[in-house]
């Protein structure tokens, strides 16, 4: 009887430490999946906003670019991710969705696929479409080779 008790004891830990296992693997591949690397590189500032571009996403097709675009307010603590479509016959671009994150953590506090208007990129006396103009710019020498390393930030930074 007290074999058998033994056993039933012993097939209880296996199943429990089988069960532990197998929630850890889920759980570390819902991370994996929830967040994402970026490798951010320095485009260019705007009154107090840093404007990046991950490599990682910059798509150079024949009729558009697609690339996330990171806005920094070191200010106010929040990182903003726009989705960003070049539309290159009608020289504009659009958000496609948006992130937003608290700078610090890197934690994801809002997210919408809301898109928002065309802006043009070519009316460089308003201040952003100015920095949007340098964006795709990056992003046609970054995806003809012309790489530079020297002003990434983050490398490697996992975001929700």
Known sequence: MINSHKRAVTLVAAALTLTVCLMGIF????IAEASHKVDRHFVDSLDGTGYYVDVN????????????????KALYNTMYCYGTVFNLPAQSYQYTYTKIYQYETKKLTSYSEVPSMAYGYTNVAAGNNMIMAEVLRFCYEWSQGHQDSSNNTDVGEYLD
């Open 27 to 30: 759980a570390e591949g819902n």
């Open 57 to 72: 996403t910059i798509n150079v097709q024949e009729n558009m670019v697609t690339v996330d675009v990171y806005m920094v």
